[in-house]
């Protein structure tokens, strides 16, 4: 969720390939990726649903959310306006996403601090005050990428107690991997 061209799919490209395109296309609908990382002894697996932010796309993104475990909200840190379009995508959640969902707020390409709207603090109080994950990132220079996600899966209840519910901007659905998980 969120408008289009924040960075959600260089975001996920740089979790999921560790690569970067400045010439990336705009999602048409959304994409579906996995990725299953390691961390204290445990293995991690992401399913990860990245949703195309233009408007005419718009009325899908409940299909994306429903289900999902967690949620990754993305804005510019350069674009005050999408800054606010996250807001209403936190209130959508809130109102139509799994009531459990881990909600996820990225400030994307935090490597163009020269250029920046969007203060750190702020979007940081924001966060706190929704309970939200938060981080500023860059797909572009791999700041943060890595820690967004294990930072979700750490709030994701563990799949051997609570089955995955819902989420947003992206899906996530932590499942079992390997032989035993005390985490995912
Ligand atoms: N400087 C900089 N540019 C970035 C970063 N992440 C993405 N971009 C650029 O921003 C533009 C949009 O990136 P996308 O990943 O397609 O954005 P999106 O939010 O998925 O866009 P939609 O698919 O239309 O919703 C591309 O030109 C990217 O190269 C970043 O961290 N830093």
């Given at each position: 969720?969120?408008?289009?061209?924040?960075?959600?799919?260089?975001i996920v490209w740089r979790f999921v390939e560790d690569s970067f395109d400045p010439n990336i296309n705009p999602t048409i609908g959304a994409s579906f990726?996995?990725?299953?990382?390691?961390?204290?002894?445990?293995?991690?697996?992401?399913?990860?649903?990245?949703?195309?932010?233009?408007?005419?796309?718009?009325?899908?993104?409940?299909?994306?959310?429903?289900g999902s475990a967690a949620a990754i909200i993305v804005y510019d840190i350069t674009k005050e306006e999408t800054?606010?379009?996250?807001?209403?995508?936190?209130?959508?959640?809130?109102?139509?996403?799994p009531p459990n969902i881990v909600v996820a707020i990225a400030g994307n390409k935090c490597d163009l601090i020269d250029v920046?709207?969007?203060?750190?603090?702020?979007?940081k109080d924001y966060a706190d005050s929704i309970h939200a994950v938060f981080v500023e990132t860059s797909a572009k220079n791999a700041i943060n990428i890595?820690?967004?996600?294990?930072?979700?899966?750490?709030r994701i209840?563990?799949?051997?107690?609570?089955?995955?519910?819902?989420?947003?901007?992206?899906?996530?659905?932590?499942q079992p991997?390997?032989?035993?998980r005390s985490c995912c």
């Open positions: 969720m969120t408008d289009t061209g924040v960075g959600k799919s260089s990726m996995t990725k299953t990382v390691q961390y204290q002894n445990e293995l991690h697996k992401f399913l990860i649903w990245d949703t195309a932010g233009q408007e005419r796309f718009r009325a899908l993104a409940p299909m994306y959310y429903r800054f606010s379009t996250l807001k209403n995508w936190v209130k959508e959640l809130r109102q139509h996403g920046r709207e969007v203060m750190e603090r702020d979007a890595n820690e967004l996600f294990i930072e979700i899966s750490r209840p563990s799949t051997d107690a609570n089955p995955p519910s819902g989420g947003k901007g992206f899906k996530l659905r932590r991997s390997e032989p035993k």
